[in-house]
């Protein structure tokens, strides 16, 4: 099997799509399938077909073979440790800095009816749950 390394796509894509992915994320796992599916078919396109030797024709790569020649996590991993990584830094900071204010901000209103929706904080608890294990702060 034949893998072209020479492409300098993937550092291009690396560097545009985090920007572009970060907003769209939420806990939504349709839309977390959707942006690593998207996230796939750029880096299949990237790297191209290769040849098989044993079959002696040229295929697609699979999703793990995609993954073994990129080595960098998703961009669904990067997202959810960029987002533990911000909230660390806030937990650090001093009581009367804005961002831990309003981190931590009640504003006394009601939520409205249906379904509540999902908040940063909630986001949070998941991805320490997804990637610290069970024992994770609350």
């Known amino acids: 099997m034949v893998i072209n ?3 300098t796509g993937l550092i291009y894509y690396n560097m545009a799509s985090y920007d572009i992915c ?7 796992k349709d839309r977390q399938k959707a942006i690593e599916n998207f996230e796939r078919k750029v880096y299949s396109r990237i790297l191209g077909p290769v040849y ?6 040229w295929r697609i790569l699979t999703n793990k073979e995609i993954y073994a ?10 997202i959810r440790l960029n987002r533990l ?8 900071v001093e009581e ?3 961002t831990k204010r309003v981190l931590y901000m009640n504003l ?3 939520r409205l009816r249906g379904r509540p929706r999902n908040r940063w904080q909630d986001g949070v608890r998941k991805d320490g749950r997804v990637v610290g294990g069970e024992g994770w702060l609350e």
């Open 22 to 28: 970060i907003r769209k994320l939420d806990t939504n």
């Open 5 to 7: 390394t020479g492409h």
């Open 85 to 92: 990584h911000w909230f660390g830094h806030v937990q650090r």
């Open 69 to 78: 020649s990129v080595k960098k996590p998703t961009i669904t991993e990067t």
């Open 96 to 98: 009367n800095r804005i």
């Open 108 to 110: 006394g209103t009601t």
């Open 52 to 57: 098989d030797n044993e079959k002696e024709n």
